[in-house]
């Protein structure tokens, strides 16, 4: 029989933890309900599992890296003694003991990863989409209202199978949401820019605004500037509560594309009041 760390691909420095990860990932795929038209996988598995049994306790694995114990976990019969050595039965019992119970051993089943991508809008809103196992299974995906970029949607029993009774893993789905030219998301807030013009900043005025729930008519503050803010109540992105963030609207005061004789013949005549700066003065160094 082959050296027991040789069969879960090992060394003899391997710690517990490999051990572990060694004996799952091959019984995964040797566990003859996987390998059900190979006839050399009950012999295959039933090796392996002697190997993780006696690797895997930590008294049996002394023993085995002393020599005192075989790759079956008998003990060894030592150099000029009898043949029938009173240690066999008793290893003959232990090890058929051990087989018995390995043989039924569950193996849960693996969480398999996926990415999808969506658009801003089904993530604000919500959808339904499917994505392609390995397997060629389609699955269908849940977009909850208000998912955020790269939250990760675990679907429960949705990944590998298990073995020898091992409950099903889950399939964990990655979402990746597009950007989007008039929105973008702040937390829980829908932001955006929103272009107006210098008379209805200056004037005040009522215009149309995209939000995501469609158009809205807000008002324009007079005396309103760059950067000001308007804010719409719950027009945001919804929340696990079931309430949802507000909409910020940030204005920007836009001139004419092309020049205008009027605003500048205006602006050459318009006396500023000695209060009006909006750069902050420069303090000299010494």
Partial sequence: MRSLYK????????TADEIKAAFRKQARDKHPDANAN???????FKELNQAYAILSDPDQRASYDRGDIDEAGAAKRPKGARKSNPFDEFAKRYTKSREDKMRNVRIMGADVSYILRVSFMD?????IKHVSMTSGKRLKVT????TRHEQVLRLKKQGMSGIGGGADGDALVEILVDGND???IEGDDICLDLAITLPEAVLGARVEAPTVDGTVNVTIPANSNTGSFLRLRAKGMPR????????LIRLMVTL???PDSALNEFMKSWKPPSSYSVRKKTVKSD
């Fill in 143 to 146: 977009i909850p209202p208000g």
């Fill in 182 to 184: 008039v929105f973008r």
């Fill in 256 to 258: 004419p594309n092309k």
């Fill in 38 to 44: 190979n006839p050399k996988a009950e012999e295959s």
């Fill in 123 to 127: 993530a604000v809103r919500g959808a």
């Fill in 7 to 14: 069969i879960l691909g090992l060394s003899k420095r391997a």
């Fill in 240 to 247: 696990k509560d079931g309430n949802r963030g507000d909409q």
